[in-house]
């Protein structure tokens, strides 16, 4: 499919996914000045944080759960899944359940799971059922308008908890970096976007090298949680198969991988290796042996280096870059971004099955 086909664009994304992802940055920004905003208790005393989420609102978890790794002096646990962790009882414990239709399920058993050991619930949604249940409670609920799917929420996801963990003192004041973040991701805009053609836009380029071909895709640090969110918008944009791979762990196992079967993977693979000034020395060495290794068994290897000056640009550059990259590849392989329908299907099935 022609890339630069903008009215094909728009017969394809009946519910404009594109101005979702064109709308990331302003959303980031936005998010995070909404969280400085919200009505937040005066809680001290906290010796654990506990994230309970699944899905787009786990993502923005897991992101935010990396990046305060080397700034947050206590331990932040990200929980996608029934109930909660033994460990997280008391008042010691933060609990945030964050559900973007307030309806997950797990998310809805952890709640309640943790108000029943006595931890410290602050509830993050649009509504739903989430916030009924902590407004009942009188439980703080932080509640955010988003009409759209729950990965097209990242930035609210992760901005808001930004703010959260600001305010609760457990990081440093993040506005700079914030403001920093949203000028690196809108310059890279500029070469992104869908009206930028095909010769001089790297997403298009990179969605069309990845046609017919299973994804994987490396990164370390940090990065290794970009590396999932590109894997979950190839699957859910453009309905195709990839897989993350996190280093240096993959060193220890996935090099391994790389001969068999060979048909399949010398000629239908990509692996993409993400990277950025601030990564490990180590690592960054270990991800270009890594890559060299790959290519000396005949595999399709690329890397995607981060934009900006902090780690929070380098993180959000890269979500950006790969979401555009999702979505152009969904439009080459002629689908809909947007529907799910193979989750659908499988929500309904659980239901049926009570």
Same mark, same amino acid.
């Given at each position: 499919?022609?890339?630069?086909?903008?009215?094909?664009?728009?017969? /394809?994304?009946?519910?404009?996914?594109?101005?979702?992802?064109?709308?990331? %940055?302003?959303?980031?920004?936005?998010?995070?000045?909404?969280?400085?905003?919200?009505?937040?208790?005066?809680? $001290?005393?906290?010796?654990?944080?506990?994230?309970?989420?699944?899905?787009?609102?786990?993502?923005?978890?897991?992101?935010?759960?990396?990046?305060?790794?080397?700034?947050? %002096?206590?331990?932040?646990?990200?929980?996608?899944?029934?109930?909660?962790?033994?460990?997280?009882?008391?008042?010691?414990?933060?609990?945030?359940?964050?559900?973007?239709?307030?309806?997950?399920?797990?998310?809805?058993?952890?709640?309640?799971?943790?108000? $029943?050991?006595?931890?410290?619930?602050?509830?993050?949604?649009?509504?739903?059922?989430?916030?009924?249940?902590?407004?009942?409670?009188?439980?703080?609920?932080?509640?955010?308008?988003?009409?759209?799917? %729950?990965?097209?929420?990242?930035?609210?996801?992760?901005? /808001?908890?930004?703010?959260?963990?600001?305010?609760?003192?457990?990081?440093?004041?993040?506005?700079?970096?914030?403001?920093?973040?949203?000028?690196?991701?809108?310059?890279?805009?500029?070469?992104?976007?869908?009206?930028?053609?095909?010769?001089?836009?790297?997403?298009?380029? &990179?969605?069309?090298?990845?046609?017919?071909?299973?994804?994987?895709?490396?990164?370390?640090?940090?990065?290794?949680?970009?590396?999932?969110?590109? $894997?979950?918008?190839?699957?859910?944009?453009? $309905?195709?198969?990839?897989?993350?791979?996190?280093?240096?762990?993959?060193?220890?196992?996935?090099?391994?991988?790389?001969?068999?079967?060979?048909?399949?993977?010398?000629?239908?693979?990509?692996?993409?290796?993400?990277?950025?000034?601030?990564?490990?020395?180590?690592?960054?060495?270990?991800?270009? /042996?890594?890559?060299?290794?790959?290519?000396?068994?005949?595999?399709?290897?690329?890397?995607?280096?981060?934009?900006?000056?902090?780690?929070?640009?380098?993180?959000?550059?890269?979500?950006?870059?790969?979401? &555009?990259?999702? &979505? &152009?590849?969904?439009?080459?392989?002629?689908?809909?971004?947007?529907?799910?329908?193979? /989750?659908?299907?499988?929500?309904?099935?659980?239901?049926?099955?009570?």
């Amino acid at each position: 499919m022609n890339l630069d086909d903008l009215n094909r664009f728009k017969q /394809l994304d009946t519910l404009n996914m594109l101005g979702e992802i064109d709308n990331l %940055p302003d959303q980031l920004g936005y998010a995070y000045q909404l969280g400085l905003k919200h009505q937040l208790p005066n809680w $001290k005393g906290f010796r654990q944080v506990v994230i309970a989420g699944m899905g787009g609102s786990a993502i923005g978890a897991d992101l935010l759960a990396a990046y305060v790794s080397s700034l947050a %002096p206590i331990p932040v646990f990200v929980h996608r899944d029934y109930g909660i962790p033994l460990f997280a009882r008391g008042a010691e414990t933060l609990v945030i359940c964050s559900s973007h239709s307030g309806n997950t399920e797990e998310t809805l058993d952890a709640f309640e799971a943790a108000r $029943k050991a006595g931890c410290i619930l602050v509830a993050v949604c649009t509504g739903g059922e989430l916030a009924k249940r902590a407004k009942a409670n009188e439980i703080p609920v932080w509640t955010f308008d988003h009409a759209g799917q %729950p990965r097209a929420a990242v930035g609210f996801s992760f901005g /808001l908890l930004l703010a959260m963990f600001q305010r609760f003192g457990f990081i440093p004041d993040q506005k700079e970096a914030v403001d920093g973040a949203l000028a690196a991701m809108k310059r890279s805009q500029e070469h992104l976007k869908a009206d930028v053609p095909a010769a001089h836009n790297p997403a298009k380029r &990179y969605a069309g090298q990845l046609m017919g071909r299973w994804v994987t895709v490396m990164g370390s640090g940090m990065l290794s949680v970009v590396a999932r969110r590109w $894997k979950g918008q190839l699957n859910e944009l453009a $309905k195709a198969g990839a897989n993350f791979e996190f280093i240096p762990e993959a060193d220890h196992n996935t090099l391994a991988g790389t001969i068999n079967p060979q048909d399949t993977l010398n000629a239908h693979t990509m692996t993409m290796f993400l990277t950025a000034p601030s990564d490990h020395p180590r690592n960054r060495l270990r991800l270009d /042996l890594t890559r060299k290794a790959f290519m000396l068994e005949g595999l399709n290897t690329d890397f995607i280096e981060a934009r900006g000056d902090t780690p929070l640009a380098h993180m959000w550059t890269l979500i950006l870059f790969g979401d &555009y990259m999702a &979505y &152009y590849l969904a439009m080459a392989y002629g689908v809909d971004p947007t529907p799910i329908q193979a /989750l659908l299907d499988f929500k309904q099935a659980m239901a049926d099955a009570k």
